[in-house]
C-alpha cells in the first residue's frame, strides 16, 4: 500500500498564497495518479486537482483553474499543490490521494489524512 502525509496548511488572508506538500511512501510505483481533494464541513469531499506520473495530463475543477498548480517530482515521491488567490471559500481540508493507474477523477485507493487550509477575510 501507499502511504501520505500533507503538510504546508495554515491560516492565510484572502488574497495569499499556499504550498501544499504531499510525500508518499511505501508502493510509490502504484501512483501513476495522484489528486487533491478537499471537503468543507458538513459537506461532500470533493476532487480539486489530479496529475498523470509524467506530468502532462492533469485536471483542475473549475473553482480553482487558474489560480491553483499540481505539479509532482517522482525523484522525490511528492506531489504539490499551489495555491494562489486563496478565497474564504478554499477554507476547508485538503486531503492527498493515489491510484495506482490513470484515473479522471475516481477511484483512489490511497489517502492521506489531510491538511487544514484556513482563508480569513
Known amino acids: 500500500q501507499v502511504q501520505l502525509v500533507e503538510s504546508g496548511g495554515g491560516l492565510v488572508q484572502a488574497g495569499g498564497s499556499l504550498r501544499l506538500s504531499c510525500a508518499a511512501s511505501g508502493r510509490t510505483e502504484n501512483t501513476a495518479t495522484m489528486g487533491w481533494f478537499r471537503q468543507i464541513p458538513g459537506k461532500e469531499r470533493e476532487i480539486v486537482a489530479s496529475i498523470a506520473w509524467g506530468g502532462g495530463d492533469t485536471y483542475y475543477a473549475d473553482s480553482v483553474k487558474g489560480r491553483f498548480t499540481i505539479s509532482r517530482d517522482n525523484a522525490k515521491n511528492t506531489v504539490y499543490l499551489q495555491m494562489n488567490s486563496l478565497k474564504p471559500e478554499d477554507t476547508a481540508v485538503y486531503y492527498c490521494?493515489?491510484?495506482?493507474?490513470?484515473?479522471?477523477?475516481?477511484?483512489?485507493?490511497?489517502w492521506g489524512q489531510g491538511t487544514q487550509v484556513t482563508v480569513s477575510s
Open positions: 490521494a493515489s491510484s495506482p493507474k490513470f484515473v479522471f477523477k475516481e477511484p483512489y485507493t490511497s
